[in-house]
């Protein structure tokens, strides 16, 4: 499976550059969840989803994912 580069905006994960699964086009997924996206994770490693809906490609440089909100606990899965 390919991948591609793709820039989270917003939200907790701004700025954090990753590779993602890309499709037949090479397009990232509509949207992503995101899991503690700073490396600090609670006890048990357990807590909050954020999604990330993609955004157009400017130009040649990486995709980009948009914050949308902010699930509580549990509650993205």
């Known amino acids: ?3 591609v580069a793709v820039r989270f905006v917003g ?3 701004d700025g954090l550059l990753r ?4 499709d ?3 397009e990232p997924p509509a949207q992503w969840i995101l899991r503690h996206p700073d490396g600090d994770q609670p006890a ?3 807590g909050p989803d954020h999604l990330y809906a993609r955004q157009a490609r400017a130009g040649t440089g990486p995709w980009t994912m948009r914050f949308v ?6 509650v993205g899965e």
């Open 44 to 46: 048990g490693g357990a």
């Open 19 to 22: 590779e993602l699964p890309a």
């Open 1 to 3: 499976m390919d991948e």
């Open 24 to 26: 037949a086009n090479g």
């Open 11 to 13: 939200g907790p994960a």
């Open 69 to 74: 909100r902010t699930y509580p606990l549990g």
